[in-house]
């Protein structure tokens, strides 16, 4: 029998729908995009889409893609079904352009078997230089299962010198190895990425952006995350190394924490090495199992500059103890920490929110912790912040505070603050306060032994008639009154002062002023801003 080809030929053919369309061959309108299942035996296909197929697919998805890259097809489909692999089956190069399309993560699986070749990644998109990248690829509606064997599984995804790379609804488990290793990229987009049970080892990373300055390629600029989850991986869960605007926007990161017995394989969540620029925008980090003091769920470090801004996102369940959510330890010049707007709760006991590491103070140009709208689950709020340049912080006292017929100074309960070995600072009290004209109150900003500086009355400073009087001037760690007025007053005072060699512990102490039977308090509201240099 003759097969006809053109069946335009016949009077037939295809003429899409709308003013203008012209009639092209069957063949033709068949051929906009390539299937797979075109370069599979049709005796498979079947037990394909039912999900039992034995068949090793890898050649014909091969053959599918190197159809379409070497006839400038813009699209390969992978309808639905599950395909066995055991090679790489996209290698897309300089200059190519293609689509590779499932039917949803639900839908068409990628089946990694015990015999899959793993020093090749799934899917390689390379070019070869700045000047000749593998631009324009798409790759979504994909699920790609595993070995779960470091010894089988490839990388999913192993990029170079990519401009315009697009991944989409793409879940990948028990893939033990890197998801994706993006290396010189130049506008990644990443959307809907979910891993779980991914990452080769307590070394290894489940997504890393950029490279290590061993591999010696140029850097990654713009990269973003949106909409992914990443948990329950090995080693790093995401790195950001030597890239540039890289950002992740509604994200989850969930690491492995105690009674997990795969715990100890987890590492920082988010590790981010000499990168200029990386924003965190909202998601959420939880599940991490670290210890020592020497890192935190977010790591900043390396020697170059690095930016790590983070704006309402949740940390949760982070640490055993002796660890930080945030620990900053970048050497870099003109670095920059900001966290706002964010959640932090059940943080391990002894650990800390924040956390910079020693000598890293002088290089940072800008911190910023925004505690007026950053909820801190209790009051392990910073460690060694204050060392850093430019450090702002506010506390807010949540509790009234009495004392008796007493003209002993007690210290504030919560406006005290730890302050660090030569440096300077000015805390701005604002003190809402209750005291009988009799009993007045006394008030001192006091500082570490060997401090030196002055403090004053910033705002109203009550006389025992009631009325306003002077500002008033006295030494660090020595009293000035204030009258009391037998209903609810305020003042403000206003501390500047350099600490000597010996930190410690500063902020307010008070008491009567005149010994009386009748309470005296500072009451909650009251609060105090430390600005450090």
Same mark, same amino acid.
Request: proline share 2%.
């Given at each position: ?38 370069? *599979? @035996? ?69 089946? *990694? ?20 990248? =593998? ?47 993006? !290396?010189? /990229? ?27 300055? =061993? ?43 105690? @009674?997990?017995?795969? /715990? ?73 920490? =900001? ?11 002894? =650990? ?6 020693? &000598? ?20 392990? *709020? ?20 009495? $004392? ?43 500082? @570490? !032994? ?15 008639? &009631? ?9 660090? +760690?020595?009293?000035?009154?204030? &009258? ?5 007053? /305020? ?19 008070? !008491?009567? +002023? ?7 308090? $500072? ?8 600005? /450090?240099?």
């Amino acid at each position: 029998m003759t097969k006809t080809r053109d069946l335009a030929d016949l009077g037939g053919g295809f003429i899409q729908a709308g003013t203008g369309a012209v009639q092209r061959t069957v063949e033709s309108k068949l051929q906009d995009v390539v299937s797979v299942l075109d370069f *599979i @035996p049709e005796s498979e296909h079947a037990a394909i889409k039912n999900e039992t197929s034995t068949y090793d697919s890898t050649v014909g998805i091969q053959a599918a893609i190197n159809y379409a890259i070497t006839n400038s097809v813009g699209t390969v489909h992978i309808p639905a079904g599950r395909y066995r692999i055991s090679d790489q089956i996209a290698n897309i190069t300089d200059g190519k352009r293609l689509s590779i399309v499932g039917d949803g993560v639900q839908s068409t699986t990628l089946f *990694i078997t015990n015999t899959y070749n793993q020093v090749n990644p799934v899917f390689s998109i390379k070019g070869s230089s700045t000047s000749a990248r =593998s631009a324009g690829v798409f790759i979504q509606g994909l699920y790609v299962i595993g070995q779960n064997n470091v010894a089988i599984d490839p990388i999913l995804f192993d990029t170079e010198y990519t401009n315009g790379l697009f991944i989409s609804n793409v879940f990948a488990q028990g893939l033990r190895n890197a998801v994706g290793k993006f !290396a010189t /990229a130049f506008d990644l987009s990443v959307t809907d990425l979910r891993t779980f049970g991914c990452g080769s080892d307590a070394t290894g990373v489940t997504v890393q952006v950029g490279q290590t300055v =061993s591999e010696g390629l140029a850097n990654t600029n713009t990269a973003r995350f949106t909409d992914c989850t990443i948990e329950r991986g090995y080693g790093r869960t995401v790195t950001v190394e030597n890239a540039a605007n890289v950002s992740f926007t509604n994200c989850k990161l969930h690491g492995r924490r105690i @009674p997990d017995a795969n /715990a100890a394989d987890s590492k920082e969540l988010l590790y981010v090495l000499n990168s200029p620029l990386c924003r965190v925008l909202g998601g959420e980090f939880s599940e991490c199992r670290l210890s020592g003091f020497t890192s935190g769920a977010v790591t900043v470090t390396g020697t170059g500059k690095s930016t790590l801004i983070i704006t309402g996102t949740s940390f949760d369940n982070i640490g055993s103890d002796d660890t930080y959510s945030v620990y900053f330890d970048s050497t870099g010049s003109e670095s920059r920490l =900001s966290v706002d707007d964010c959640f932090f709760n059940d943080v391990a006991t002894v =650990s800390y929110y924040f956390g910079i590491a020693a &000598g890293v103070a002088q290089n940072l140009d800008y911190v910023r912790i925004g505690k007026s709208n950053t909820y801190l689950s209790n009051d392990r *709020i910073i460690a060694d912040l204050a060392r850093v340049d430019n450090d702002v912080r506010f506390i807010r006292k949540a509790a009234d505070q009495t $004392v008796n017929n007493s003209t002993t100074l007690v210290n504030d309960t919560e406006l005290v603050f730890t302050v660090y070995p030569n440096k300077t600072y000015v805390a701005e009290f604002d003190v809402f306060y209750n005291s009988s004209a009799v009993a007045d109150i006394k008030l001192s900003a006091f500082a @570490p !032994a060997g401090s030196t500086g002055r403090f004053s009355f910033g705002g109203p400073r009550y006389l025992d008639t &009631g009325t306003v009087g002077g500002t008033g001037l006295s030494d660090i +760690n020595t009293t000035l009154p204030v &009258g009391g007025l037998g209903s609810i007053a /305020a003042t403000r005072l206003v501390a500047s002062f350099n600490v000597g060699t010996t930190g410690g512990t500063a902020g307010i102490s008070w !008491a009567q +002023n005149t010994a009386e039977v009748s309470d005296t308090s $500072v009451l909650a509201g009251s609060s105090v801003r430390i600005f /450090a240099k």
